[in-house]
């Protein structure tokens, strides 16, 4: 099994999301997060001032899947996500030990 975890525009979410589904995927977490890559933020203006803001909101996008199934996930994730510019974010990958669902005990990639 590998986690893989994509750091997205917020933008993205909805295509991503539905990629995801389309693939059958049927769980993931999504937490919202702040940070900054290549971009380096940017300066915005409010009532005359300027300020910096260098942690820009992303999404967080996690979800497990059969080592067979990677591949496929990268490809609809990078398909729904990329705009071409810099900031569309990362996909990170993980191997994954072992998975319980904890309302019964049941193991192993029948929990995904």
Same mark, same amino acid.
């Given at each position: 099994?590998?986690?893989?975890?994509?750091?997205i525009?917020?933008?993205?979410?909805d295509? +991503?999301k #539905?990629?995801? %589904? !389309?693939?059958? @995927?049927q769980?993931? /977490?999504?937490?919202?997060?702040? =940070?900054?890559?290549?971009?380096?933020?940017?300066?915005?203006?409010?009532?005359?001032?300027e300020?910096?803001?260098?942690l820009?909101?992303?999404?967080?996008?996690?979800?497990? +899947?059969? #080592?067979?199934? %990677? !591949?496929?996930? @990268?490809?609809?994730? /990078?398909?729904?996500?990329?705009? =071409?510019?810099?900031?569309?974010?990362?996909?990170?990958?993980?191997?994954?030990?072992?998975a319980?669902?904890?309302r019964?005990?049941e193991?192993?990639?029948?929990?995904?």
């Open positions: 099994m590998t986690k893989v975890e994509a750091i525009r917020t933008s993205a979410f295509k +991503v #539905d990629a995801l %589904v !389309e693939l059958g @995927i769980g993931m /977490t999504v937490s919202e997060v702040r =940070g900054y890559g290549r971009q380096k933020g940017h300066t915005e203006s409010y009532r005359g001032r300020y910096d803001v260098d820009l909101p992303k999404l967080r996008v996690q979800t497990v +899947v059969a #080592d067979e199934r %990677v !591949e496929a996930v @990268i490809d609809a994730i /990078t398909k729904a996500a990329a705009t =071409g510019v810099i900031g569309d974010g990362k996909i990170f990958l993980y191997k994954v030990e072992g319980i669902r904890i019964n005990q193991r192993g990639e029948t929990v995904l």
